[in-house]
């Protein structure tokens, strides 16, 4: 049979990494796009470079040209848009930059593919978002609840949802919107609420941070782990038609019960006091003798807050269960909490040695 070949935007994000890894164990010859920058940061695939059937590009996903001859070069079967300005309250920072690469590039993938008359052969599958369900019209959300997007982030996601879809029905291309809630790990991008907390859980603990900031501490998600979730881009791929899937746990927690269970992991109890902008996370309990029963070490600052934020997502994965038939619970809630903590407690160990070695040896000052 012949090896299939996937084309993947967005290699060096988070989903990218872990797709590359599945597809790559499905034998797939797998390609990803890469974007110049002054310093090379390529932590998540550094360990795939150099393998056998991994090539990595440069191309931009505001640059149609750069797509154009990749699309032509590589010729895929399968094409994983992943690439975006991911950050929601970036976006409301950089709301033009968020447009063009989450909106329009979007399309430009889909007009490199026709350009290159590969529209008969070559599947596409957007990373769509539960942002475009954003002030929710309906608890939980599945296929089927109204879009209300609420970020400029979610607004050009909403593009890149209609615009796959007007390409299915007008070009019968195989393209399909994943509507993925979020999912962490521990490759997660550092400013993300639960990977800011993990790592600021470990640190407070080693004793090299004092007091974590967060801004809404009440927001619920649906909360999965990455890992679990590429799987079902692959398998949306897969499916005999081509069809738009929410993917989520259907578990629901708050930013606070996130932070509270972290910091147990970390070996420090929590409780909770105040409201608002005077709530606090205050220590009652901790096996870390730098850290003191007492001791404030999660507080709320407005810096944090955003313009507009989505507060209530949970999804109902049910039709991804039985059509796909993908296990949304396969990494629960309490798992993935315990296992970006545990990473995070050893990189921080890790990266203080080192500092430490690097002070002792004079070859940092
Ligand atoms: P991520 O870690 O932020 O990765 C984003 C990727 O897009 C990076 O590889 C980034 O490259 C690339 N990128 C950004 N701008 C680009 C450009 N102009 N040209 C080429 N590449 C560009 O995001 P993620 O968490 O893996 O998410 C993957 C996709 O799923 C995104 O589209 C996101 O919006 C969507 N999504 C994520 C979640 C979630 O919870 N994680 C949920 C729903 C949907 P650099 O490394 O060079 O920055
Ligand atoms: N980032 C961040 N930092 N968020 C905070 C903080 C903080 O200090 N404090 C509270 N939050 C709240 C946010 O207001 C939001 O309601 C929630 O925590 C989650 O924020 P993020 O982790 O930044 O993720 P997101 O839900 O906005 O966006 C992620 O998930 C989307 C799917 O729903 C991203 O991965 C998007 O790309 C993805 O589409």
Redesign the pocket.
């Given at each position: 049979m012949k090896q299939k070949i996937a084309l993947i935007?967005?290699?060096?994000?988070?989903?990218?990494s872990y797709l590359s890894e599945f597809l790559l164990g499905k034998g797939y010859e797998v390609h990803g796009?890469?974007?110049r920058?002054s310093v090379d940061?390529r932590e998540r695939i550094a360990h795939l470079e150099g393998t056998p059937h991994f090539h990595l590009h440069y191309?931009?996903?505001?640059d149609s040209m750069s797509l154009v001859k990749l699309v032509g070069q590589v010729q895929p079967d399968e094409i994983y848009n992943?690439?975006?300005?991911?950050?929601v309250q970036v976006s409301f920072d950089a709301p033009e930059f968020t447009a063009d690469?989450?909106a329009v590039?979007v399309l430009r993938i889909l007009e490199a593919v026709r350009t290159n008359h590969l529209e008969k052969t070559c599947k596409i599958y957007q990373?769509?978002?539960?942002?475009l369900y954003g002030k929710v019209e309906e608890v939980p959300q599945s296929e089927t609840t109204p879009f209300h997007p609420y970020s400029p982030y979610a607004v050009a996601?909403l593009y890149g949802y209609w615009i796959i879809k007007e390409y299915r029905e007008a070009y019968n291309m195989f393209c399909c919107s994943g509507i993925?809630?979020?999912?962490?790990s521990e490759r997660?991008?550092e400013t993300f609420v639960t990977r800011k907390i993990t790592l600021a859980a470990a640190r407070i603990a080693q004793g090299l941070q004092d007091c974590l900031y967060l801004g809404n501490l009440d927001s619920l998600r649906d909360w999965g782990y990455?890992k679990d979730y590429v799987e079902c881009m692959w398998l949306i791929l897969q499916h005999e038609t081509p069809e738009d899937f929410v993917i989520a746990t259907g578990v629901q927690h708050t930013v606070r019960e996130f932070a509270t269970l972290a910091f147990h992991h970390a070996g420090i109890e929590l409780r909770w006091e105040g409201k608002g902008i005077d709530e606090k996370g205050i220590v009652v309990e901790s096996r870390e003798p730098r850290v003191k029963s007492g001791q404030v070490v999660v507080a709320v600052s407005p810096d944090f807050y955003r313009p507009t934020d989505v507060v209530n997502l949970l999804g109902d994965p049910s039709k991804a269960k039985r059509e796909l038939g993908w296990d949304p619970q396969s990494t629960s809630f309490e798992q993935l909490v315990e296992l970006m903590v545990k990473h995070d407690m050893q990189k921080v160990t890790r990266e203080h040695f080192n500092l430490a070695e690097y002070l002792e040896k004079g070859i940092v000052k």
């Open positions: 935007t967005g290699v060096t994000g988070q989903d990218g796009i890469i974007r920058s940061y191309a931009d996903m505001s992943l690439a975006a300005q991911s950050h690469v989450d590039g990373a769509s978002t539960s942002e996601k993925l809630f979020n999912h962490e997660r991008g990455a």
